[in-house]
């Protein structure tokens, strides 16, 4: 049970110009990762997701709260870091903006290991390990991003990331730009560098089935708020927050007979993070709102192993749908409905004319 | 549903559309024909650069930036409106036949305000005057459920978040009750449940007002669920085009098959239906333009360019080989 | 509301702003070479003469002290004296400013005619005749000489035609000038109802404005013409074609979109005219402020040329300030 990354009681606000008043971005969020663990973090836009990971790495300093690394803080001053020489990385969403185009990839690659003092020839063998680990030739170490088709772009990214040999990566919406077979090249990357080295990763997205698939636990964010934390097969399946089953009943499976049920269908959008309201922040958009949700924030509960829900009618919220692997039956459908290949490579019925 | 014999309400016939290059033209569209049939929504799935744009805009005559419609007709109320001359053309768009477009705050004019310029699509299609303009832009402002929309119409379009803006354009599309809609990405970047409401309002406005709607996605999963027919593009071709039912679980064209392998993200299944990336992207002179990618390819599909084949009332495919689920 | 306050705001500055460009001005003409003493006295001047006008201009006086002098004594309304003319500087340039004013105010009302109107025709038909035509306009204006070009027009207008009047200055000899209002003669003479200096004044403005008008007429037709085809290509234009909007309303929504660069340009240019009118002041003998600033940089007559800059800068800074209102009536954007 030793977590690599410990995050307790996070806080983040930001200050608006020209006026008091602040933007919560971040409202009290504790998770921890093990290690080689995927956590998946969810949410829509202002959910806060992307604020967290940029705690997490460095670019934001947290109004309150703390963050370990193996037990080390590393939240308060810029000082801390600097034992973690390239230990936690970050992947961007955008792979043409978050790489230079004036620089060759070979010198993007390489640039993380740049503060690390090593001589020229590791860091060149460390490039091309890191090259060859997302499955790129090698002589693309002289193009520049341009030359780069969106996906390759990606792999590059995440080439970047993985040059310094981290313990665990933040992945910021690493595919929500990418084409549907690029998307899912990206995640069979990461999930084999996973099993070779035993990287754990935060993936931030808001794409639920691709968190579904390469998450081992997940938690569900709204207005800076963990509401929903657990097991992915455990909250997918039969979701204790009304957030998040109204999150899952939006997800649409290309299969025209499957739908994930929910008694949740959410309407209007979502307030604004600046006067957050008293007690729970979903209150004015929730189909099981009572009279006490509005002026209580409701506390923890524990509904399973590791599986924890904010929430003061969990109960009949996990009661109003059965549990069901949707995902997981749409997996299975697909695989019927596709795999139809022998061993030999030919599917087994063509209709030729 | 199969194809019946009944009119279509619009038919686009052996479109080219093509980008005339320094040095040689590019193209994007290599003859689609697709028809819609009244209160019907056909959905168009495609990856980035098949084309989906350049098609959405040059049903209306209107092809992206140094496009050129090189050849095809499109028909509608009985007559081919690529022949018609600019300001007759000018009277359908937005009024019988109109868009909603993605990324609404960069199509919008940002010095007017939102109310201006929904109600002038009303001042100049049905020749209302600013009053009555301005009352039918409240209506359908309250009928795509915007929140306050009296004070909403005095916004300019950057104060809006992306669902307002999304539901402002979507507005603008419909308040002259058009007969067909085109539909263009038009929830992308939405956030998922802001998405749900969206495609609902269509759905139902669509339904109201018995218009026709080709909805235009990357998203497969919203087709499965939205649209009676799909059709899926390729490269500037339509590879595959059936009933929701057939395309989903019976589907036959080799990059229907590709598409559905990674939504599905079992790699098994997406090792089978794919070819490893060489990273040179080829352009495909003779033949199937998808059989560089093809893992079912023949020599006969480098040679000669697949007909398109009915393979059960209603189910068409562009392909030597189409997979079949019997 | 939010006018109001954006107006205050820019006013504050105004005075430090002012207070730097006179400065810098007094620094540069102390560093131009020439004794004022030596040349108010001519070649004859002995030691001794020149050293006690010196100390009577207060010249022997460390740079610093002649400034502060020099401000204070601005503040009372005293901007020095002519040695040349004799005059209190700011006599002369009330007289003088406004002649330079009417002149560029109306070359500029011509050159954004012209400018604009071609400018807009070439945005809309990119490989039609206008277009090409302004492509060559804007190139040669732009490296024509105005004091070249007025002279050939008066050569034309004057000598071989005899249409213009002759230049020498704003009326004709025999017409008396009106009573001073504005200063300007095309105002006045219409207060004043004496409707035959009228004609005059604006018989000898025909060729000034015109040289002037039309040299200028370039840059802002450049402008136009290239922020037009921006806007005309834009995601928002393209929209409203596909939602039929007829082209005439789309040009003119993407004219108030180019706006902002056209006021721009424009404001640049007014600003620029006010000095840089002053080859065509003294080829038509008109008596203006920027021909009175030269006559002071050469004969080293410094209180002229800080007078004008004065007077021109605070020009420019109203001309920007109200530049910069226009922005916030046009685009909504900038005032939060």
Not at chain 1, 117 to 123: E, G, I, N, P, V
Not at chain 1, 320 to 341: H, K
Not at chain 2, 182 to 189: E, F, L, W, Y
Request: charged content about 20%; aromatic content about 6%; proline content about 7%.
């Amino acid at each position: 049970m030793n977590a690599i990354l410990t995050v307790e009681n996070l806080f983040k606000q930001f200050p608006i110009a020209g006026s008091k008043q602040v933007v919560q971005a971040i409202n009290d969020v504790s998770f921890s990762i093990q290690p080689g663990e995927t956590l998946g973090l969810v949410g829509e836009s202002g959910s806060g997701k992307t604020t967290v990971g940029r705690c997490i790495i460095g670019l934001l300093e947290p109004s309150a709260g703390t963050i370990h690394f193996h037990g080390k803080l590393i939240s308060d001053r810029r000082g801390s870091r600097r034992g973690l020489a390239g230990k936690i990385q970050f992947v961007f969403q955008e792979p043409a903006e978050s790489l230079d185009p004036r620089m060759k990839i070979g010198q993007s690659i390489s640039e993380p290991l740049l503060p690390m003092k090593l001589d020229r020839t590791t860091r060149e063998r460390k490039t091309l390990e890191a090259i060859r680990l997302v499955r790129l030739d090698p002589d693309l170490l002289d193009d520049y991003p341009s030359e780069l088709s969106a996906g390759q772009q990606q792999r590059v990214g995440i080439a970047r990331a993985m040059v310094t040999q981290p313990e665990l990566v933040v992945l910021d919406e690493p595919t929500s730009a990418l084409d549907p077979t690029a998307r899912a090249e990206i995640i069979d990357l990461l999930q084999r560098i996973q099993a070779e080295r035993n990287t754990a990763y935060l993936f931030i997205s808001h794409d639920l089935s691709t968190v579904r698939f390469i998450s081992h636990r997940v938690a569900v964010m709204y207005l800076g708020m963990i509401v929903e934390q657990g097991d992915a097969a455990d909250v997918f399946n039969r979701p204790h927050h009304p957030y998040a089953s109204g999150l899952l009943s939006s997800v649409l499976l290309p299969h025209p007979h499957l739908k994930i049920e929910s008694s949740v269908s959410l309407k209007g959008e979502i307030p604004s993070p600046i006067n957050l309201p008293k007690g729970c922040f979903l209150a004015s958009r929730c189909p099981f709102v009572i009279d006490r949700c509005r002026t209580e924030m409701p506390p923890m509960s524990i509904v399973g192993d590791g599986h924890f829900v904010y929430c003061f009618r969990h109960e009949d919220v996990a009661a109003s749908v059965p549990a069901s692997d949707t995902f997981n039956v749409f997996m299975r459908e697909a695989e019927r409905i596709l795999g139809r290949r022998t061993s030999t490579g030919l599917p087994i019925q063509i209709h030729s004319n | 549903m199969a194809e019946t014999s009944a009119a279509p309400l619009i038919a686009i016939m052996d479109l080219h559309v093509d980008f005339p290059g320094a040095n040689e033209s590019k193209e994007v569209l290599k003859g689609v024909s697709l028809t819609v049939q009244p209160g019907e929504i056909l959905g168009l799935v495609g990856e980035s650069g098949a084309g989906k744009t350049t098609l959405a805009r040059s049903i209306l005559g209107v092809p992206p930036t140094s496009g050129r419609i090189a050849a095809g007709k499109v028909i509608f109320e009985d007559r081919n409106i690529l022949d018609l001359p600019e300001p007759e053309l000018r009277k359908l768009r937005g009024s019988r036949l109109s868009i909603v477009v993605p990324n609404p705050r960069a199509e919008l004019n940002p010095t007017m305000t939102v109310g201006k310029q929904i109600a002038a699509m009303a001042r100049i299609h049905l020749g209302v005057d600013r009053a009555e303009a301005t009352r039918l832009a409240l209506a359908i402002l309250r009928d795509v459920h915007i929140p306050d929309p009296r004070r909403r119409m005095n916004a300019y379009p950057h104060e809006l978040s992306g669902g307002m803006a999304q539901r402002v354009v979507i507005a603008m599309a419909l308040i002259c009750d058009p007969a067909f809609i085109i539909s263009d990405d038009a929830t992308s970047g939405l956030d998922v449940t802001v998405q749900a409401q969206i495609l609902s309002l269509l759905g139902g406005l669509a339904a109201d007002h018995g218009s026709a709607m080709l909805f235009i996605t990357r998203d497969i999963g919203i087709a499965a669920h939205f649209c009676d027919r799909v059709a899926v593009m390729y490269s500037g071709e339509i590879m595959e085009l059936a009933s929701r039912e057939n395309l989903f679980l019976r589907p036959a064209h080799p990059y229907t098959l590709m598409l559905l392998a990674a939504f599905s993200h079992s790699p098994k299944l997406r090792d089978a239906w794919s070819v490893p990336e060489t990273g040179v992207r080829q352009t495909q002179k003779e033949g199937c333009s998808y059989s560089s990618r093809c893992p079912i390819a023949q020599p006969v599909c480098s040679e000669r360019r697949p007909p398109f084949v009915e393979i059960r009332p209603g189910h068409f495919a562009r392909c030597h080989f189409p997979v079949s689920h019997e | 509301m939010r006018v109001l306050t954006y107006l205050t705001h820019r006013l504050l500055f105004v005075i430090p702003q002012l207070l730097g460009i006179i400065l810098v001005s007094f620094l540069l003409v102390k560093s131009v070479p020439g004794d004022p003493a030596v040349l108010m006295l001519g070649p004859t001047a002995t030691p001794a003469a020149i050293a006690s006008l010196r100390e009577a201009l207060g010249l022997d006086q460390p740079l610093y002290i002649q400034f502060f002098i020099y401000v204070k004594n601005l503040l009372h309304g005293d901007l020095g004296t002519s040695w040349q003319t004799t005059r209190p500087v700011l006599d002369d340039l009330i007289q003088r400013f406004p002649a330079t004013l009417e002149l560029v105010t109306l070359s500029l009302l011509v050159a954004i005619g012209v400018g604009v109107t071609l400018g807009l025709y070439a945005a809309k038909r990119p490989n039609g005749w206008v277009a090409r035509l302004a492509d060559l306009y804007g190139l040669s204006v732009g490296a024509l000489p105005d004091f070249w070009f007025a002279l050939v027009l008066i050569f034309v207008f004057y000598t071989l035609l005899g249409w213009a009047p002759a230049p020498l200055g704003r009326l004709d000899m025999i017409v008396i000038p009106p009573p001073s209002v504005t200063g300007a003669y095309t105002i006045d003479t219409l207060l004043a109802g004496d409707l035959q200096a009228f004609g005059s004044a604006l018989s000898h403005l025909a060729l000034p404005v015109l040289t002037l008008g039309l040299l200028n007429a370039g840059p802002i037709l450049k402008m136009t013409q290239s922020t037009m085809e921006k806007m005309l290509e834009s995601d928002f234009s393209r929209y409203e074609v596909l939602s039929g909007i007829p082209q005439k309303l789309v040009v003119r929504h993407a004219l108030r979109n180019a706006l902002p660069s056209i006021v721009t340009i424009i404001s640049v240019l007014y600003g620029f005219l006010i000095g840089g009118a002053v080859l065509v002041e003294i080829v038509f003998s008109w008596g203006g402020a920027g021909q009175y600033a030269v006559q002071g940089v050469l004969n080293s007559d410094i209180y002229p040329v800080l007078g004008f800059v004065l007077f021109s800068a605070i020009f420019s800074l109203i001309v920007y300030i109200v530049v910069d209102l226009i922005y916030v009536l046009l685009d909504p954007r900038i005032s939060n």
